[in-house]
């Protein structure tokens, strides 16, 4: 049985039944607990949901986008059929539309939101994700330090910085990754401020597990463990009916084996993993799932 769906299903248990709903910008209540913590030892197991199918190359090459690419570019991820940021791109004359929620006279109304970024941020997301990786060289930094003075104590990578939210369409939900070494093993811990459980965490878990194992081959570690922490972990609404559907998946069929991850070890750089369409150098093997859920996107 896989580790990671038990955890999981766990939390969505957890959520339904102990959440509370609430009110938020996009317009579709949420139910909610105020935080949550996972860990996963990669040794142990490569965790990628087994009751619902994950679109691993779509998760993967947008992982590659912000730390690889450095992009915030929202074309770079459409050529390789990838839109899970289209609803969030600036249109070519520098506008960005949205129907959410807002406060007005204390009390909550639905409006059409227009924001001009610029035409200079035209099919962009805005200064957000990719963006900071290259404006202040986090990934080469941290890449750098861990091959020079691992024993670091301050790797530390911050997609959170103040001046650049107003321009950013959304500033970065996964926002923080602390890293250290201890043992050969290279170890992580990720901070979510905001958590779409059914959409967003299968998404996010697998991609820093793909990302923690592709940063330790190049830096001369064995992959560790993960700490996972999350702020404000949420299930819409409009999405009970397929958690549900999962969870009683999990219950009935619920005995599948976690996949395996393959990184090609002939890559010695990060720089040089496959970023193309086809992720040459990256794969997930032994999948077996449940088929597909489709939730619905809230925006």
Known sequence: ???????????????????????????????????????????????????????????????????????????????????????????????????????????VVKKDIEKNFGKEYAHTIGTAYGFIVRKLGLMDKLLDTLKNNPMDRR??????????LSTAVLPSCVWSTEWDVTDGYLNIWVHQRSCDVPLGLPFNVTQYAVLLSLVAQVTGFKPGTINYSIKDAHIYVNQVEGIKEQIERFEKDGDYEAPKLWIN?????????????????????????????????AQ
Not at 74 to 84: A, F, P, S
Not at 155 to 164: A, M, P, R
Not at 274 to 280: A, G, H, M, R, Y
Request: proline letters at 3%.
């Open 1 to 107: 049985m896989s580790k990671w769906d038990k955890e999981y299903i766990k939390l969505c248990k957890k959520i339904l039944e102990d959440g509370t709903e609430v009110i938020n910008r996009t317009g579709i209540n949420t139910i909610k607990i105020p935080s949550y913590h996972l860990e996963f030892n990669l040794q142990d197991e490569f965790p990628c949901l087994t009751t619902k199918q994950l679109y691993f190359r779509q998760a993967i090459l947008e992982m590659l986008w912000i730390y690889q690419a450095q992009s915030n570019d929202v074309r770079w991820l459409q050529e390789r059929d990838v839109h899970i940021w289209d609803e969030w791109e600036i249109n070519e004359n520098g506008v960005w539309h949205a129907n959410q929620n807002v406060l007005e006279d204390g009390k």
């Open 155 to 164: 790797l530390v990578i911050s997609l959170w910085q103040d001046e650049y």
């Open 265 to 297: 070890p002939e890559i010695k750089e990060f720089k040089d993993f496959d970023n193309s369409k086809e992720l040459k150098d990256i794969k997930i093997v032994d999948y077996k799932h449940m088929g597909p859920i489709k939730f619905p996107l």
